[in-house]
């Protein structure tokens, strides 16, 4: 299994309570940096998917 390192947001400096991101064949993994046991996993295409939603405001009506 080929996994690259976790990365975090370098908005989140020292902080511990972010969104770790990293690659593992082919897929997205992601995870709470103080919840590490719990890992999200997904396609590039479906997080591309997601983030251009965000982006657009099609989730605004949750907040």
């Known amino acids: 299994m ?6 975090k ?3 989140s400096a ?3 309570e972010c969104v770790e991101v ?3 064949d082919g897929a997205i993994e ?3 940096s103080d919840e ?3 890992i999200l996993r997904t ?12 982006k657009a405001g099609e989730f605004d009506h949750h907040a």
């Open 2 to 7: 080929s996994k690259s390192q976790w990365q």
């Open 9 to 11: 947001s370098s908005f």
């Open 14 to 16: 020292a902080n511990n």
């Open 22 to 24: 990293r690659t593992v």
């Open 30 to 32: 992601l995870r709470e």
């Open 36 to 38: 590490g046991h719990t």
């Open 43 to 54: 396609t590039p295409a479906a997080l591309a998917a997601l983030l251009h939603g965000i």
